[in-house]
């Protein structure tokens, strides 16, 4: 584990071809943040039952379930997908974007942090999110999601859930240290014939990269996430939504002196 | 598990029941400022006593908003300012980003709120002096940029709405223009609904009701463009839930319409006999339009979560 220094980028390199879906990360991130995670319920739809990503779900270990219909004989059956999923501290960050507060900050090891004592709560953020990452939490009041362990990186250690994950399904490191680690990981998986495997977020496509990106099996949105074509900043739509407003008001100001010009009623 | 469009995974703001309120009032408040201003603007003094019933609406309505925003802040609420003021720590100073809907609007309702209140206070004391306060010039200068900022109060709540990740309100860009349409049909639907307390006012109702006939038909063209946007993004199944809601939004667009259409009518014939009918029709259609701009924001906002 090299020694971390602020002003580096850092991020997390998630390997899901190694992910056994343990849940180690789900409960080491619980441990450490103190989240006392949500009462617990049985989806009924899944062997997962964390649910999503939330105020108290910083780590969610998804589980992809292709379950056939038919009893699978050796060689036919469809593996399951599994994926531990968190905030992917995206370079150009739509949760940063929209929050009218300023409590949305990037830290001096550029990963995206809700500074707990700014946010009022406005819930912008969540709106905004394209990853369904943040949650409420109804004690505080505020926005709640992974810190990437900002205090644990200022003290000099790794995220409690890459510390914990049992088969190094979650990397930590220097982002370029991860990003070479994924391309070589990529290329082995392509010489085994795992041609499906991509990489999610390494490169600026979606966001302009993501500090948490992904080794995926299969290609994104059945993951749940959005892919490239589909990755939008809400400020898109800033221009489209005032020049439609603009254009209303003139036609109703015309509108509204046509219909009160003075025209000798009695 | 079932995915739906790609774009959208997102998880809900839960912007319920205040926001359907403060979304309610806001198109209300800025829409009563503005229809208040173009009656002042058409320079018939006749048209005053409606234009003062507007300024009136538009601070009551102003003065509800920031109460809801603040009760929708929940245990947070006593951090409604930072809305305004950064404090982060090291690097405190004022909020404001141009590209975010929801800093923008939070200054817009602070510097709108200071013109509702001093148009409505002029219109209180020169209604108690018996003549206008402010020389006509300066008033309505004063009035025209209320107006505008009043236009953006009731327009941006539906471009903050687009301004996000969320399946329906990111996929169209007509809400800004949608919620301002009808926020000015439900105000002239108030302002018309309230002269049966101040009968001088009665001059002006007729041109009310085409004025709201007008911004009928513009919210009329924009629900289609919104069906349509959202339609092409392939988010429509989540709107066909609310379809009742979205019926009425379409009621009270269509008693806009026929209002308009029967007042029309009796502008043309001039007779004072169909004045009382006109007056029952008002409170009416009235109503109708007000559940109708109600019932539109209901239908946008739940249609995404």
Redesign the interface.
């Given at each position: 584990m090299p020694t971390i220094k602020a002003g580096e980028e850092y991020g997390f390199f998630t390997d899901t071809s190694v992910c056994i879906g343990c849940k180690a990360c789900e409960v080491a991130c619980k441990e450490w943040n103190q989240l006392e995670g949500n009462n617990p319920t049985f989806l009924a739809?899944?062997f997962d039952n964390t649910g999503?990503l939330?105020a108290q779900n910083w780590r969610h270990v998804k589980f992809?379930?292709h379950v056939p219909d038919q009893s699978a004989t050796t060689g036919d059956g469809t593996a399951w997908l599994m994926m531990s999923d968190v905030c992917k501290h995206c370079k150009h960050a739509?949760c940063m974007?929209?929050?009218?507060?300023?409590?949305i900050?990037r830290t001096e090891f550029n990963t995206v942090f809700i500074?707990q004592?700014?946010?009022?709560?406005?819930?912008?953020c969540?709106?905004?999110?394209?990853?369904?990452?943040?949650?409420?939490n109804?004690?505080?009041?505020?926005a709640h999601k992974c810190t990437l362990c900002y205090d644990r990186l200022q003290g000099g250690l790794e995220p409690a859930c890459a510390k914990a994950c049992p088969t190094q399904s979650i990397q930590f490191g220097p982002l370029a240290d991860l990003q070479q680690a994924a391309d070589v990981r990529l290329a082995t998986l392509h010489s085994q014939g795992q041609t499906q495997a991509q990489l999610y977020g390494r490169d600026d496509k979606v966001y302009g990269g993501l500090n948490a990106f992904f080794l995926l099996m299969d290609k994104?949105?059945t993951y749940?996430?959005?892919?490239a074509?589909?990755a939008?900043l809400?400020?898109r739509?800033?221009l489209?939504?005032?020049?439609?407003?603009a254009?209303?008001?003139v036609?109703?100001?015309v509108?509204?002196?046509?219909?009160?010009?003075?025209r000798g009623?009695? | 598990m079932v995915y739906l469009a790609a774009e959208h995974f997102v998880r809900s703001p839960q912007w319920l029941w205040y926001i359907l309120f403060y979304f309610f009032f806001a198109g209300l408040a800025g829409g009563s400022y503005a229809v208040a201003t173009l009656l002042r603007l058409s320079g018939e003094a006749r048209d005053e006593p409606a234009a003062r019933i507007g300024f009136y609406v538009s601070l009551v309505a102003t003065v509800l908003c920031p109460i809801l925003l603040t009760a929708d802040l929940g245990v947070s609420w006593t951090r409604f300012w930072h809305m305004l003021v950064d404090v982060t720590p090291g690097e405190t100073g004022i909020n404001f980003k141009y590209w975010s809907p929801m800093s923008v609007g939070a200054w817009g309702l602070l510097v709108f709120g200071f013109f509702a209140f001093v148009s409505a206070a002029e219109a209180w004391l020169s209604d108690r002096r018996g003549s206008p306060l402010v020389p006509p010039f300066l008033n309505r200068v004063f009035n025209v940029v209320g107006a505008v900022l009043g236009i953006f109060i009731a327009s941006y709540t539906g471009v903050l709405l687009s301004v996000s990740n969320q399946p329906v309100w990111s996929d169209t860009w007509s809400l800004g223009g949608l919620f301002l349409a009808s926020g000015l049909s439900g105000a002239t639907a108030l302002i018309g609904l309230l002269m049966r307390y101040r009968p001088e006012a009665a001059f002006s109702l007729a041109r009310l009701h085409q004025a709201a006939g007008y911004f009928s038909a513009l919210e009329l063209a924009l629900i289609i463009v919104f069906f349509v946007t959202v339609g092409a993004a392939g988010t429509l199944p989540r709107v066909l839930p609310w379809l009742a809601l979205w019926a009425l939004a379409v009621a009270g667009v269509a008693a806009g319409l026929v209002g308009a259409r029967g007042h029309m009518r009796v502008m043309m014939a001039g007779g004072s006999a169909a004045l009382a009918r006109v007056r029952l029709d008002t409170v009416v259609v009235s109503l109708l339009v007000l559940v109708g701009v109600l019932a539109l924001r209901a239908a946008v906002i739940f249609s995404a979560q």
């Open positions: 739809d899944s999503d939330d992809i379930e739509s974007e929209v929050c009218p507060t300023g409590a900050i500074q004592d700014v946010c009022n709560g406005c819930r912008n969540i709106a905004a999110c394209p990853y369904g990452v943040i949650g409420m109804q004690q505080t009041g505020t994104p949105e749940g996430l959005p892919n074509d589909n939008k809400p400020s739509n800033d489209g939504g005032y020049v439609g407003a254009i209303t008001a036609l109703a100001i509108g509204g002196l046509i219909a009160f010009r003075r009623m009695g | -």
